[in-house]
């Protein structure tokens, strides 16, 4: 696993003047926007989700997957190291944004506690790192392009479904946003378990099918 780790870390050195620019951009942003401070919360976050998924199109090419397979890797290993690979890069972008944005709070607000960002913050870093464990076994399954496409069209699904039961059941909500406030720490530690449910689904799934895959 660690060659394998080398070589995804070395992709993203091959890109950094790249990253390095968008990092710019997202400080540009929120210098510039009185309540942009959580920008760099989401953008930093999907970047790094991005470039995880962008480390398949690399080892597709010229057969590099097939390859791969041919060294002291085999194809669990090869699953369990982009899951590492995700966890360590879209966390540590997470990270760096939360400094950021707890940075900017107390400069542009300077009463305000950073703990205030921590929600917002968390369902980024929910949103983003399940989305991206989520198309890993769709790329394995896919490819790279038709793996994302796929996701896409989920996702779009998904917004229209949450779309159209928000505006049929109004009522209901408002009930369910006060028992959610009330039974705050149970909702949590169950979106906890079900959030590493999902993941351990998606690593489960993904290699079952590597294991099948021809090269």
């Known amino acids: 696993m660690k060659g394998l780790m ?17 990092v710019i951009f997202a ?3 929120m210098i510039a926007n009185e309540s942009g401070y959580t920008f760099a919360g989401y953008y930093l976050t999907f970047l790094a989700s991005l470039f995880t998924l962008s480390t398949f199109s690399y080892d597709e090419e010229n057969g590099g997957t097939g390859f791969l397979m041919t060294l002291p890797a085999d194809r669990k290993t090869y699953v369990k190291e982009k899951f590492l690979f995700g966890i360590l890069l879209t966390g540590g972008s997470w990270l760096v944004s939360c400094l950021l944005s707890a940075v900017f709070l107390m400069i542009r ?9 921590m929600p917002p913050m968390f369902g980024f870093l929910a949103v983003f790192s399940l989305l ?13 392009e038709r793996g994302r496409l796929g996701l896409v069209g989920v996702i779009g699904i998904a917004t229209l479904l949450l779309i159209a039961v928000s505006r049929t059941a109004g009522g209901a909500a408002e009930a369910l946003g006060s028992v959610l406030t009330r039974y705050t720490a ?29 090269f």
């Open 6 to 22: 080398i070589k995804d870390w070395k992709l993203l050195k091959n890109q950094g003047r790249f990253y390095a620019v968008i």
């Open 27 to 29: 400080l540009i942003i």
């Open 109 to 117: 607000k300077p009463g305000e506690s950073p703990l205030s960002l």
């Open 132 to 144: 991206l464990f989520a198309a890993i076994p769709m790329i394995l399954r896919f490819g790279p």
């Open 186 to 214: 149970i909702f949590a530690v169950i979106a906890v378990v079900l959030y590493l449910a999902v993941i351990l689904a998606c690593y489960r799934i993904s290699v079952r099918v590597m294991e099948k895959r021809e």
